[in-house]
């Protein structure tokens, strides 16, 4: 019996231990890119001043660049290219405090692709929090901004102020965009309604990546009883942040009042059946092929379960005068089983024997 409380003991003590040994080294790697970030920021700084003191152009970043790594061969960094983001970066952000407590926080390469794709600086303000916020890849980062996120978040139509007390209505506007990008699907995976519904679960990980931080997956179809009838929710998720659930409903149509409706009932039955009493209501929102704002507003005016509605836009289908041009699946077989053949055939048989 002592050994079986000596076991649990020492199990929790390890848990603690490894808790403690992963906080720190997270802690430290944060450490690390900070430090990293403000080098680079007053290497970047001290490249401007001299450059304007001196009259030197571009070349002697190359010059600088060439000496700093004969001198530091052990570091990564110092190459032209990455010389030249410093300047950049120095120039951009003149407040070294905005410097350590924004942009300190993120990797580096998440600063160079800010500064290199986004040029207006509240905006490039506004992607840094966003990835502090997040924790954005770096991939993931390039992509919001190709689909120009800061222009679609809090976008949708909702009736969040007159049905959601502050600040939960606030929080709830931000977290819908419109319109949501599915471009991880073409027109063709979305034909009809099913499609649509099984083309976002097949593409899930994308999906939740759209949908935004504090989105959980509870269920696709998710079956409520009402009345002794069966129904189906298209897709369930429950929000960590709001503490609510939420109801997602997919159109591959215009919005129509109807929609509305509906959702409102679907909303009505999660409150009854699904939510706990320590969450908040329910919100629903409808995914639709297009709208009109002035439709959805008469639609949404009188409905008091917080809703909203935005659209969708799918990756495009290849252009018909582009699939003339390209090879057909057979033809493609075709070619790699003749470079398969040459491939097996003799020296000699090839042209290059004696």
Known sequence: MAGEVLSKAYQELLEDLKQRIRTARVRAALMVNRELVLLYWQIGQTILHRQAKEGWGARVIDRLAED???????????????????RAFAEAYSDEQFVQQVAALIPWFHNCVILEKVKDPALREWYARACIEHGWSRAVLE????TRLHERTGRAITNFSRTLPAPQSELAQQILKDPYN????????????????????EHLKDFMLELGVGFAFVGSNYHLEVGGEDFYLDLLFYHVKLRCFVVVELKTTEFKPEYAGKLNFYLSAADDLLRHPQDNPTIG???????????????????HKPMGVAEYQLAKAL??????????VEQLEAELKAVEERERKPVDEAGYGG
């Open 319 to 328: 252009p018909e005068h582009l699939k003339g041009s390209l090879p057909t």
């Open 285 to 303: 929102i409808l995914l639709c092929k297009g709208k009109s704002h002035v439709i959805v507003e008469y639609a949404l005016r009188d409905v």
């Open 182 to 201: 599915f471009d991880f699907l073409t027109t063709h995976d979305a034909a009809v309604e099913r499609d649509l519904h099984k083309g976002l679960l």
């Open 68 to 86: 700093l790594r004969q001198d530091f061969p052990d570091m990564r960094g110092f190459s032209p290219r990455n010389l030249k983001y410093m």
């Open 143 to 146: 992509a919001q901004i190709e």
